[in-house]
DNA sequence: TAGTGGTCTAGACCACGTA
DNA sequence: ACGTGGTCTAGACCACTAG
């Protein structure tokens, strides 16, 4: 009987999967990586099968507790679906960007748009109530502030003020023209664990206005961002005005199940 | 010697926990349910240890690999932090709203605004380039449209523009104006998978102005969305307006680690 | 050194979807 | 009826952190 085109569905692996049990890289994470790559670089077409998790994890020599952790980190990404009765299959969805902590330096950067920096302030500050209360620190206490301009392709794009607990980390001016402050942070062996954000839009004060080149009046969007790190101190309280006409915000989120 | 006082950190666990073998519920969903109710509720602090999971394990007449499991789904949603020989922690944080696919609708039933919808326009279109290229059909081919003004407290609040495919659920004006569109297509069977946002800010036109009960050239928060199923395909492309005066988006995320 | 989480194994039975 | 993922067990050894 002649072979019949394949659906997009069957499964399709000869995929060449391997794990070194000499690296001290962890076996599922081995595994997740290579399944990832394969997915990214569209070895793994969109809609195709896994194979069963018995049979991988026989193929591979690992146990099926391993070859799952594996299957569900990916899951978890967003990039596999597991359906009872079915399989596993990567998943149809064009775009697989993961919300992440988005820092705008990282983003610029990843768009090739060289961004600059340039620092307006860098000094310390009695904490107001809102930034205290942010903080978590008592209402006057001295608090680090900083502002900055941050411009891409030569053009200012955001005014970005933060706000920092003192005595966390040395913030250098000229570290900050060169980098962004989320690199400066880990850098200092901060480990950031979560954030709450807030994005609107306002219409720009005369004062704002002329520093981003817009005209008073015209529409900025806004962010306010508060992020703890793993023991749940406030590091970071950032309140940002963005160009509405060079800049927007894009991330893809998960439902949660 | 006298106690000293407990350091937070400190174990604090007469905490009650049980599991009911005959319930079709998974036990470790049954652990990690009620350990997020105690979180939530306070009985476990921040700062709080878990203690180790052998011995909650033995306590609970579970294996270890079920009580991670249930930890590990804490740690992923953000209220516990691990720490290699340490332990488990509640997390300090003071705020824990996960990331969610949001739902306007939703969002103002949560914040006690009994929210009001009036269809305006619920009719099929031909597709343009845009609404094509979001949905994956073909230029010109007929979608569902839909547009809505939402009030909260009999202000509006939001001018909502959606596109669907046709055939995928019965779009009801009714039922559109007594609850949002995410729960009509949930009702439907469509299992809501991810969604590609962007969020931005321009100034209101005149049209829009009107109809938002703004000032023309007002600024105005754009939010752009599509939303994929399980399958890959595009479920709704939406197009949105939201009165940047009364509305802001608000959402708390975890870095990924 | 002792205690913790991190990883891994080799099985088992069940629930669900498909056919 | 069959094959899939979903759940669960009872162990094991290792790596990291604290005291």
Same mark, same amino acid.
């Given at each position: 009987?002649?072979?019949? !085109?394949?659906?997009?569905?069957?499964?399709?692996?000869?995929?060449?999967?391997?794990?070194?049990?000499?690296?001290?890289?962890?076996?599922?994470? @081995?595994?997740? @990586?290579?399944?990832?790559? $394969?997915?990214?670089?569209?070895?793994?077409?969109?809609?195709?099968?896994?194979?069963?998790?018995?049979?991988?994890?026989?193929?591979?020599?690992?146990?099926? !507790?391993?070859?799952?952790?594996?299957?569900?980190?990916?899951?978890?990404?967003?990039?596999?679906?597991?359906?009872?009765?079915?399989?596993?299959?990567?998943?149809?969805?064009?775009?697989?960007?993961?919300?992440?902590?988005?820092?705008?330096?990282?983003?610029?950067?990843?768009?090739? @748009?060289?961004?600059?920096?340039?620092?307006?302030?860098?000094?310390?500050?009695? $904490?107001?109530?809102?930034?205290?209360?942010?903080?978590?620190?008592?209402?006057?206490?001295?608090?680090?502030?900083?502002?900055?301009?941050?411009?891409?392709?030569?053009? !200012?794009?955001?005014?970005?003020?933060?706000?920092?607990?003192?005595?966390? *980390?040395?913030?250098?001016?000229? /570290?900050?023209?060169?980098?962004?402050?989320?690199?400066?942070?880990?850098?200092?062996?901060?480990?950031?664990?979560? $954030?709450? @954000?807030?994005?609107? /839009?306002? /219409?720009? /004060? !005369?004062?704002? $206005?002329?520093?981003?080149?817009?005209?008073?009046?015209?529409?900025?969007?806004?962010?306010?961002?508060?992020? *703890?790190?793993?023991?749940?101190?406030?590091?970071?309280?950032?309140?940002?005005?963005?160009?509405?006409?060079?800049?927007? *915000?894009?991330?893809?989120?998960?439902?949660?199940?």
């Amino acid at each position: 009987m002649p072979k019949q !085109p394949r659906p997009a569905s069957e499964p399709s692996l000869p995929l060449q999967l391997v794990v070194d049990r000499t690296s001290p890289v962890p076996l599922y994470y @081995q595994l997740s @990586q290579q399944l990832e790559s $394969a997915i990214e670089r569209g070895v793994l077409t969109p809609g195709s099968l896994l194979g069963n998790e018995i049979e991988l994890a026989g193929r591979l020599g690992l146990s099926r !507790p391993t070859v799952r952790q594996a299957i569900q980190s990916l899951v978890d990404k967003g990039l596999l679906v597991r359906r009872r009765g079915v399989g596993t299959q990567v998943v149809h969805s064009q775009v697989r960007r993961p919300l992440e902590l988005s820092s705008l330096y990282d983003d610029l950067e990843a768009a090739g @748009q060289r961004p600059a920096t340039v620092v307006l302030r860098n000094t310390t500050a009695a $904490a107001d109530v809102a930034v205290a209360a942010a903080l978590g620190v008592a209402e006057g206490s001295e608090v680090l502030l900083v502002e900055r301009l941050r411009y891409a392709h030569g053009e !200012p794009m955001a005014l970005l003020t933060n706000h920092l607990p003192t005595g966390l *980390f040395d913030c250098d001016s000229e /570290a900050l023209e060169a980098t962004g402050l989320y690199r400066l942070m880990r850098a200092a062996g901060v480990t950031l664990h979560s $954030a709450r @954000q807030s994005v609107g /839009a306002r /219409a720009a /004060a !005369p004062e704002e $206005a002329g520093r981003l080149g817009e005209e008073p009046g015209a529409p900025l969007l806004t962010m306010e961002r508060t992020t *703890f790190d793993d023991t749940g101190r406030a590091v970071e309280y950032g309140s940002h005005l963005y160009r509405a006409s060079r800049y927007s *915000f894009e991330f893809q989120l998960l439902v949660r199940s």
